[in-house]
């Protein structure tokens, strides 16, 4: 018996142990200790893992879960209560928390994400944003990926309302550095048919079995994976890095274009 009690006590230990070793989400601050720009990206970048499914890419709402581009809030109003939220879901709805899975440094950095979304405090910037518009549309040739306003192509993110979502700093370093923040839905794929034909495009969709491919003239093509003799995946960006081609001075008016692509200015 009292070699079982001590087998038994040994074994609570061990177990007290590792659950006190688990961080908890507890969220005390009331306000966000993690509000930096990197933050923010990191925020971004951890939506489109854990959120966009049901939020959409850029959190405007989907299928499953409300536009969260508003700054209006159904169950929370504070950053503590939207700490609470991401991190413990919603009782009888689908939406499920994130906290056994996440630091709270990274439910954090989804607050600042979200509070970045509609913000309303807008900073200056040393750009011409008329001769950035020229530059979009000219030499940077941007709309044959992007559209503004229902206008250009489908093959990278709609920036009809990109100043809304990314600080000045943030559009820059998405021109200088667009590989640090691809999500799924950009990358894209080349793969050839065991009847020759090969295409290149965007990945639309793929599953166990099939793949949707756009092409650069917007066909979409669909396959079976068992039929492509040959399938590759890119999930670098298929933007170029514009700190090659244009000055300092032409990124600056470029970004200035692009911040000022506003729901609260346009």
């Not at 807008?122 to 306003?149: Q, W």
């Not at 809304?164 to 370093?173: E, N, T």
Request: negative net charge.
């Amino acid at each position: 018996m009292l070699r079982k009690a001590l087998h038994a006590g040994i074994i609570g230990l061990l177990i007290n142990g590792m659950i006190g070793s688990v961080p908890a989400l507890s969220g005390q601050e009331q306000d966000n200790p993690y509000t930096t720009g990197q933050d923010i990206q990191s925020g971004e970048q951890l939506f489109g893992r854990n959120c966009s499914r049901c939020h959409g890419l850029e959190a405007g709402g989907g299928e499953r879960g409300p536009d969260l581009r508003t700054g209006t809030f159904q169950h929370s109003s504070s950053d503590a209560g939207l700490f609470a939220v991401i991190a413990d879901g919603i009782p009888n709805t689908e939406m499920v928390g994130i906290g056994r899975s996440r630091s709270e440094q990274s439910v954090w950095q989804l607050v600042a994400y979200l509070r970045s979304l509609n913000s309303e405090v807008r900073v200056e910037v040393a750009g011409n944003p008329s001769i950035g518009e020229e530059l979009y549309t000219g030499k940077g040739d941007c709309s044959s990926c992007h559209m503004i306003d229902g206008e250009g192509g489908r093959h990278g993110p709609d920036l009809s309302t990109i100043g809304d979502r990314r600080s000045p700093d943030q559009l820059l370093s998405d021109l200088l550095t667009p590989n640090e923040r691809v999500q799924q839905r950009w990358w894209t794929m080349r793969v050839m048919h065991q009847d020759g034909t090969e295409v290149e495009g965007l990945r639309m969709n793929e599953g166990t079995y099939s793949v949707r491919i756009l092409d650069v003239e917007d066909n979409l093509w669909s396959f079976l994976k068992r039929d492509l003799r040959q399938s590759e995946r890119t999930e670098t960006s298929s933007m170029p890095a514009y700190g090659e081609s244009f000055t300092s001075g032409e990124l600056e008016d470029l970004v200035a274009y692009l911040y000022g692509l506003s729901r609260g200015i346009r």
